[in-house]
């Protein structure tokens, strides 16, 4: 029985999350999108919708009713911000801003997090109709089929996926300065946009490593568990391991990339 939950094994809760994620991304699949009621929050690139605060309200409305006292901690929305014990850490639209700009690449992100232990996680894009889950110490799935581990490529052999921490100026330029010093070593670079999404490419191989100076739960706790199950090195990019109640920097990546990138920075 999954920590915390009243029911059902591990892989059980899962599939249920799977499919109240799914039924919430639908919402912006039909989405009006003349009339995404679009607000800006921290700066003119931090972004929210209407649709972000409705797909929110689904997914606790139904997630609240099938878990009973499973707390939460959500991007749109301080009164739902439980930082310890068992929380559902909830990301609605991840890549908000291209969920804006229409470039597809966002994300519904739904983890389970038990103290500083993820138990869950499930990233659902739903213009590309893909759809990663995983449970702690059962690996992870892809629409339902399992994906294999890894492989252990070199820093030389990645594709790095770069999350440039658009919402703070010294941490955007700390990232074009690390790129400018860095970026040779790597096979090239590539910039996404949902850092859920980008944990669930380096979980299927796409990417060889992803990192990003400053992310919130909601942004990878979900992914990065997909990632882990999948034999993803998976820690802070100073090497420690991750934290579940504040801003941290993530590093995701093939074991053999991140121990080079690591040794890079200095850790
Ligand atoms: C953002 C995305 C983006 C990352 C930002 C996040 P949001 O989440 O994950 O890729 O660079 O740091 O905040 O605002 O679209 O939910
Ligand atoms: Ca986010």
Known sequence: MTAGLTRGDARDDLARVERIVRDAARLMTQADRAHLGTRLKTSRRDMVTAYDRAVQDRLVAALAADFPGVGFLCEEGGELSQRD????VIDPIDGTANFVHGTGV???SVGLV???DPVLGVVY???SDECYAAAAGHGATRNGVALPQVEDVQLADALVCVGSSPYFPDLYQRTMDLLARRAREFNDIRR???AACDCCYVAD???GLFFEMSLAPWDFAAGALVARECGAWVGTMEGAPLTYADRVSVLAGAPRAAEAFLKGEGH
């Open 125 to 127: 894009e739903p213009f």
């Open 106 to 108: 966002s994300a519904v």
């Open 192 to 194: 996404d946009g949902s």
């Open 205 to 207: 191989g796409r990417y």
């Open 114 to 116: 038990d103290g500083a």
């Open 85 to 88: 014990g068992v929380r559902f």
